[in-house]
């Protein structure tokens, strides 16, 4: 099954019931969902939990792949109800939250209330299995015109992954890690090229793990600072990573070089996103699959 979806933050949740109200959505009442995640290689895998006071509704293992893009993007997803879901909640983490559930013209439009984050809205445009997209997008950029969705609200990692990488102090999780990035950044030794690199790897249980660029006077033994980073997340007994950040001092944008963006792929998925910019500047979010379509992968020997 397929679909176009987009997620935002909700400025203003009593306004964009009304405004969806108002477009002639209909109004499915409140829903109350557990979703657990569990660990997987590729994709995503969600066990959901849920309640009404209206029509029941069933648990379900969901499994699902889409990029971490804020763009309107497809998804790919299975649904498999269950009968019994507590045998199952062994988890990493679980996101609890309330659903305003509302549809419009074959649009699933989420209003949510997400313990730890605060007021999200989501799009859900479900397409046919020969539809080519162009509908269901056309619809979710009207509603995303007709419920006033700014570009900077726009949100492309799941709840988990937001509640993962919350800071304390209320920092959006990307800027967190990119400020990590760009300190890192000072430590560089460069001498030979005077371009300063820093890079930040988020973990899966939201630790941070950082690694600035490191030049030799024999050149191919220098290494870049996602190299370090990597080297440093493993070092700390972690074998994932969930969120990417990289900064130069000398380039607005920087990407990964073709041999780090292998080394990235070796322990990230391809809808990790990566994080590229600076903290207070230019800004681009892409992912590791973008910027390294075709990965190499070798299986490990028997």
Known sequence: MRNVEMKARDRDPARSLERALALGAEDKGEIRQRDTYFARARGRVKLREQESRGSPFWDELIEYSRPDSVDARTSTYQRVPIADA??????????????????????????????GLGSYLELEAVADADSDLSAEREKVE????????????LIGASYSDLLLGASPQGTPARDELMRAADEVMKTAYMPYSNFPVGA????????????????????????????????ALIAAGHRDIIEVAVTAERMDICPPCGGCRQRLAEFASPDTPVHLGRPDGPRETTTVGELLPLAFELEPPA
């Open 142 to 153: 009207r509603l995303r015109a007709e419920l006033d969705i700014e570009d900077e609200d």
């Open 86 to 115: 507590a045998p199952l909640r062994e988890a990493l983490d679980a996101v609890m939250k309330r659903r305003r559930l509302l549809l419009w013209e074959g649009v699933r439009i989420h209003l949510d209330e997400v313990e």
């Open 200 to 231: 930040a790897l988020r973990a899966p249980d939201g630790s941070i793990h950082v690694g600035s660029n490191v030049e030799n006077a024999s050149y191919p033994q220098g290494q870049c600072a996602e190299t370090s980073a990597i080297g």
